[in-house]
T-cell receptor
Framework: RKEVEQDPGPFNVPEGATVAFNCTYS??????FFWYRQDCRKEPKLLMS???SGNEDGRFTAQLNRASQYISLLIRDSKLSDSATYLC???????????FGQGTRLTINP | GAVVSQHPSWVICKSGTSVKIECRSL??????MFWYRQFPKQSLMLMAT?????????EQGVEKDKFLINHASLTLSTLTVTSAHPEDSSFYIC???????????????FGSGTRLTVV
């Protein structure tokens, strides 16, 4: 079983739609959680951290359920510029390295 | 915020030759640098963790004699792909975190990546 698993995608949604991604992690010692965005042939860039209390940044909302070891990302009012691959990333307590999910490819259509 | 500069952006080399990739932390000291590899349509896979002044720690299945890592200073880490073969063609990315300025939730800063093609 992969340590971090994501919806395989791809997701193709019209502009303005709301889209949600899910992610599960297997290591209960995981401590920090992130969503990264990666554009084609580019490096990943931090989109937002994820907290147990849930957090929102503009049109983006992230949720963490530690009991279920489940992370989600919600994008409202999607824009064409949101087209990218979204990576669920986990960091384990005591370790510095990041573990990446395979990513979910999102395409927003006009 | 923290910046990591990675060079070259892309390189094409002949099979059997060696290629060096550099990553520099521009405005912070990177005690630890991480090296990842990403094949098309796959996620980033950690290859090794580079520590300044000591030997790198390699992930299972990564050949340390093939992927030489040198972390010569607090701002420079290099990855050398030795005797490259076409199956080594991939996107190589380094990453580090500014432990002094960044909180845990700031994540890590990535270099811009190096696209290696071995012909």
């Amino acid at each position: 079983r992969k340590e971090v698993e994501q919806d395989p995608g791809p997701f193709n949604v019209p502009e303005g739609a709301t889209v949600a991604f899910n992610c599960t992690y297997s290591n209960s010692a995981s401590q920090s959680f992130f969503w990264y965005r990666q554009d084609c042939r580019k490096e990943p860039k931090l989109l937002m951290s994820v907290y147990s209390s849930g957090n929102e940044d503009g049109r983006f909302t992230a949720q963490l359920n530690r009991a279920s070891q489940y992370i989600s990302l919600l994008i409202r009012d999607s824009k064409l510029s949101d087209s990218a691959t979204y990576l669920c990333v986990v960091n384990t307590r005591g370790a510095q390295k990041l573990v990446f999910g395979q990513g979910t490819r999102l395409t927003i259509n006009p | 915020g923290a910046v990591v500069s990675q060079h070259p952006s892309w390189v094409i080399c002949k099979s059997g030759t060696s290629v060096k990739i550099e990553c520099r932390s521009l405005d912070f000291q990177a005690t630890t640098m991480f090296w990842y590899r990403q094949f098309p349509k796959q996620s980033l896979m950690l290859m090794a963790t580079s520590n300044e002044g000591s030997k790198a720690t390699y992930e299972q299945g990564v050949e340390k004699d093939k992927f030489l890592i040198n972390h010569a200073s607090l701002t420079l880490s290099t990855l050398t792909v030795t005797s490259a073969h076409p199956e080594d063609s991939s996107f190589y990315i380094c990453s580090a975190r500014d432990l002094v300025r960044d909180r845990d939730d700031y994540g890590y800063t990535f270099g811009s990546g190096t696209r290696l093609t071995v012909v």
